[in-house]
């Protein structure tokens, strides 16, 4: 089930127009939209993040209903008035043509069950396309211990967009932080030494801030019973 990422200049002072009007489409439309399952919208800094969920097998599947599919365009000019475009980073050195953003870690690769009752967290700092491999090799490797499970983490995403890097993880409880904030507590020293080598490659994108960005929206389709 491949997420839809997209990327740009936000204000955060338009949060409740940018609410009303995904509010009024998938109250009316979402449902019409059986591969659409859960819809979630962060801001960070000057950032918004939009996460779409489809349950298709390709994502270019989906990209191409919400670039061709007339209900989803027209929700995509509405958000236009909100959702500017963003320069790249200043030392990013890879493509600025793509619509979307890539992904180039998942983990697990199975499906993720329940995706619609899952919390997200997503983490946004920066990145160089060259740090792609070292950054997948340092989340492979942690991954493939207990530290997820100590976390409660389900599904964990990255994603590289014009220099922006978003960590996405997927949770099964709304404290998702407070797992996270217990791994640093207990200081476990695999933990911390992941965290070392990962600030040596991912800068953050706003110094002055932490690296969460914050929901403001969330749709999920309801699950047959």
């Not at 953003?101 to 998942?106: D, G, S, T, V």
């Not at 199975?110 to 340092?138: F, G």
């Amino acid at each position: 089930m491949p997420s839809i990422i997209t990327v740009g200049a936000f204000d955060s002072g338009n949060v409740a127009d940018v609410t009303k009007i995904l509010q009024e489409f998938d109250g009316e439309v979402a449902s019409e939209l059986p591969q659409l399952r859960r819809r979630q919208v962060f801001s960070y800094s000057d950032l918004y993040v939009h996460m779409q969920d489809w349950d298709v097998a390709d994502p270019d599947e989906a990209y191409r209903i919400i670039s061709t599919d007339p209900r989803c365009t027209r929700l995509n000019e509405r958000l236009s008035t909100y959702f500017g475009d963003h320069a790249a980073t200043e030392d990013w050195d890879g493509p600025v043509d793509r619509p979307t953003a890539e992904r180039f870690y998942l983990w697990p690769a199975e499906r993720l069950d329940d995706l619609e009752q899952a919390y997200s967290a997503v983490i946004v700092n920066t990145q160089r396309q060259e740090h792609i491999p070292e950054a997948a090799r340092l989340f492979a490797e942690s991954d493939a211990t207990d530290i997820p499970q100590k976390m409660g983490t389900l599904r964990r995403q990255i994603y590289l967009w014009r220099g922006i890097y978003l960590h996405i993880q997927d949770f099964a409880v709304a404290n998702s932080m407070e797992a996270i904030s217990e791994v640093w507590t207990e200081g476990d020293p695999r933990f911390l030494q992941l965290v070392d080598d990962l600030t040596e490659i991912i800068p953050p994108y706003d110094p002055q801030s932490n690296s969460l960005a914050t929901r403001f929206y969330h749709w999920a389709a309801e699950v047959p019973a």
